[in-house]
């Protein structure tokens, strides 16, 4: 299919089957939206004006960049457990108002993973990987920090048992950074490969939700610590992670300041949440989608001065990018990757851990519930119906399986407030692209 949009001062019409992105007048735009995705009135166009147009548009179907044949590859999913989500800690030392995980409890008890269950995890980690040489670890919580200690052991036991078995290990950590002092910021630098770390933007945006236990705004107690880290990181990878609310559909300041503030790799989502005051709605998304552009233009006047950053959302790779396979095959979640609580109950990813009814077994019994491997390893871009007709779905690959399940009732039905939000973000990738390529810098 085709999807004709404006973005900035600029036209395009881009092609999902190929991939293909071209830059066009407005009236080429108008008149592909019109006849091809039945937005707008095909009777503006003269037969003049309609024949230079379809002109143009047979170059492009002759060269397969227009109504490119859409290949309906379905995945094939293997039965190898490439990566765990350990959930280190399910407490934290603040008390974020938005947090899915009901401010680190998971509604459940405050407590910590022993070291023998997280040893346990990284053996069925690497029982069930199958030939898979890389595998993956990410440290959660709540707040993993609070188990530095532990999380050290692990690593140290997960380097040792990966070589007897001839495979690697990549490891992860979310955090607040209330507690990254010099001893963690040296053992990040050492051990992780990612690094995310959580902070809203602006002072008074951030304290407002992310408190301590107190009540206390926990944005002075941060923010030279992660800058500091930041700073000592190097070439090594890490994100620094936001999160908006619908008390800062300003969002694009926030983004900004971060960048202003020397953080070059940004993060920043919508909230999902059902808290009145914070939700994103369905009225907000028009105010969401002008501030998407009003960001778009700042992101790239930073660029074009030589300033640029790297900002998650805008990162669109048409030229090269995953294979279809993955491209259709969706997250993962509940086949390849899994969640471990701390008792060390399995689930398919960390937003449904705590549900019973996603409970898939336990890491001590080292055996997967198949009924619930099946719905998930059976998902896939075209197992969601609504995604059949979105020129984004190649990109998207039909959203997030849990906020479709928590927002829609089904892991295959997409939450239709994150598709338009993905949909705007989408577009100003593709936009940003353009623009780069046109202003490349040496």
């Known amino acids: ?103 680190g409890a998971y509604h459940s008890a405050r407590e910590f993973m022993s070291e023998e269950t997280a040893k346990k995890a990284i053996d069925f980690l690497i029982e069930n990987s199958g030939n898979r040489k890389v595998l993956e670890a990410d440290f959660f919580g709540g707040e993993p920090l609070m188990c530095l200690q532990t999380i050290k052991n692990v690593v140290a036991y997960a380097r040792e048992q990966a070589a007897k078995a001839g495979k690697k290990f990549l490891f992860t950590t979310t955090t607040n950074a209330l507690l990254l002092d010099d001893d963690a910021i040296d053992f990040f630098n050492r051990e992780m490969e990612n690094v995310v770390l959580s902070v809203d933007g602006r002072k008074e945006v951030h304290d407002a939700i992310r408190k301590t236990v107190n009540g206390k705004g926990s944005f002075d107690l941060i923010i030279d610590k992660i800058k500091k880290f930041v700073k000592s990181r190097g070439d090594k990878s890490y994100y620094v992670r936001g999160t908006f609310t619908a008390k800062n559909l300003d969002f694009s300041k926030d983004v900004i300041f971060l960048a202003d503030n020397g953080f070059d790799s940004i993060s920043m989502e919508p909230v999902v949440t059902d808290i009145p005051d914070l939700a994103i709605r369905e009225e907000h998304l028009d105010a969401i989608d002008a501030e998407y552009e009003t960001l778009l233009g700042k992101y790239l006047d930073k660029y074009d001065r030589g300033e640029g950053f790297n900002f998650f959302h805008f990162n669109v790779d048409l030229e090269g990018g995953v294979c279809l396979q993955k491209k259709v095959s969706a997250c993962g979640a509940g086949n390849e990757y899994f969640s471990v609580a701390p008792n060390g109950d399995i689930y398919p990813c960390h937003q449904f851990v705590g549900d019973g009814d996603f409970l898939m077994g336990n890491v001590y019994e080292g055996k997967l519930d198949q009924s619930i491997r099946s719905k998930f390893a059976e998902a896939c871009l075209f197992t969601r119906e609504k995604c059949g007709d979105c020129f984004a779905k190649f990109i998207c690959s039909g959203g997030c399986a849990a906020n479709n399940y928590h927002y829609e009732g089904d892991i295959n039905k997409p939450y239709g407030i994150t598709c338009t939000m993905m949909k705007k973000r989408i577009e100003c990738g593709m936009h940003a692209l353009a623009h780069k390529k046109d202003n490349k810098k040496v």
């Not at 024949?51 to 960049?65: A, C, F, P």
């Open 1 to 103: 299919m085709v999807h004709a949009f404006k973005c900035q001062d600029k036209f395009y019409i881009f092609d999902s089957g190929s991939g293909s992105l071209h830059e066009c007048d407005e009236q080429t735009k108008n008149y592909v939206a019109a006849k091809y995705e039945h937005c707008g009135d095909l009777s503006a166009f003269s037969d003049e004006q309609i024949k230079e147009i379809e002109k143009d548009i047979s170059v492009l179907r002759e060269q397969g960049l227009f109504e490119a044949e859409e290949i309906k590859t379905y995945p094939v999913k293997s039965n190898e457990v490439k990566a765990l989500c350990l959930h280190i800690c399910h407490d934290c030392n603040l008390r974020c108002r938005y947090c899915f995980a009901d401010e």
